[in-house]
T-cell receptor, first 115, second 115 residues
Framework: DAGVIQSPRHEVTEMGQEVTLRCKPI?????LFWYRQTMMRGLELLIY????????DSGMPEDRFSAKMPNASFSTLKIQPSEPRDSAVYFC?????????????FGEGSRLTVL | AQSVTQPDIHITVSEGASLELRCNYS??????LFWYVQSPGQGLQLLLK??????LVQGIKGFEAEFKRSQSSFNLRKPSVHWSDAAEYFC?????????????FGKGTKLSVKP
């Protein structure tokens, strides 16, 4: 969806390296979500922001994961150091102000492979 | 705890045949329920949603779903499947106490369509 641009689309890295995933949503949203998708666990919410403020990060697996949203048009998810079990597709999604609650618009995802 | 169960991991139907994908939820109050679709390599797209009122809801691409409180179900249906409907389908419930965009997803049902 052109409303949420994620980069990189694919990343292969070695264990121990730092990984930064980026999300650029279009304007008009009030909430931003980071989800992780794996075969074993399905879609899991990692963290979400309301008006750029982190509200619930209980889904972040460990201290190795951190997320920021410095402004309404940019968010990052960082993994440091990365481990093979972090291999997954990471999605950024937004909810627009005034739209039906629960109607999320997803980016195309960032596929991360940690060797 | 809130949860969503999609009993069928993979379903194959013939083009033109009818389709029903099952979804059962566990929730302590009237749920917000959603169906999303994910094409290969893409993010998720909302098909339809239920909040209240008429228990039969219409969505995009000719899909519909029926909320049955007595069965804790929200099954997705389509009368005639097209080859382009081949994708993975996710049922989701709104998470109590959090942002209304904060969803719990089922593990998904992959739909294959035979010519």
């Amino acid at each position: 969806d052109a409303g949420v641009i994620q980069s990189p689309r694919h990343e292969v890295t070695e264990m121990g390296q730092e990984v930064t995933l980026r999300c650029k949503p279009i304007s008009g949203h009030n909430s931003l979500f980071w989800y992780r998708q794996t075969m074993m666990r399905g879609l899991e919410l990692l963290i979400y922001f309301n008006n750029n403020v982190p509200i619930d990060d209980s889904g972040m697996p460990e201290d190795r994961f951190s997320a920021k949203m410095p402004n309404a048009s940019f968010s990052t998810l960082k993994i440091q150091p990365s481990e093979p079990r972090d291999s997954a597709v990471y999605f950024c999604a937004i909810q627009f102000q005034g739209r039906v609650t629960g109607e999320l618009f997803f980016g195309e995802g960032s596929r991360l492979t940690v060797l | 705890a809130q949860s969503v169960t999609q009993p069928d991991i993979h379903i194959t139907v013939s083009e033109g045949a009818s389709l029903e994908l099952r979804c059962n939820y566990s929730y302590g109050a009237t749920p917000y329920l959603f169906w999303y679709v994910q094409s290969p390599g893409q993010g998720l797209q909302l098909l339809l949603k239920y909040f209240s009122g008429d228990t039969l809801v219409q969505g995009i691409k000719g899909f519909e779903a029926e909320f049955k409180r007595s069965q804790s179900s929200f099954n997705l249906r389509k009368p005639s499947v097209h080859w382009s409907d081949a994708a993975e389908y996710f049922c989701a419930v709104g998470r109590y106490g959090g942002s209304q965009g904060n969803l719990i997803f089922g593990k998904g049902t992959k739909l294959s369509v035979k010519p």
